[in-house]
């Protein structure tokens, strides 16, 4: 199961992930994240799962890349395939078998989602995302990989409640008013 301090380690990189899914600013989400899979390639490394530790070196990589998309070299499309091609160059370098296929895939679709600008599709896929990393990290005995898996789809409900959901009747309401004053 890990040593100690790797499976205290998982659960910081869990609370800066559930704090990623939290945000509205779609920068400060992919600084959050680099952050959470910084120590989540710390936290894998001592449970020897080195498809998830190769898995988070990529994704701290990505996330800094998209994070910069207000840039000329930031915005560049060929990121999205530079990284589709480290994910699968990085998944057959570090494959453990048939279990790291799902690894791989949810790394796949995660970059595609975290390319998006639209925030409301990306919290729709973290919703998702975890049930593909699920399997992994109850097999590698990943207590801050389950963590996430299980509070990243709590905290992606909450997140669409608050920001797709919620904000729609108020936003449908705001709309309705103005033609009301006018009939007066």
Known sequence: MGTSAGQIIGIFALLAMVLSYQQKNRKVLLWLQMLSNALYAIHYGTLGAMTMVVMSMVNVARSFVFSMNNTNWGKSRIWLYVFLALTLAGGIWAWEGPLSLLVIAATLL??????SDNLAFMRKMFLILPFFYITYNVVKGSWGGIGNDVFCIVS????????DIRKKPAEEKAA?????SEED
């Open 156 to 163: 992606a409900l909450i997140a669409i409640w608050r920001f």
């Open 110 to 115: 995660l970059t595609v989602t975290l390319y």
């Open 176 to 180: 309705e008013e103005p033609a009301a």
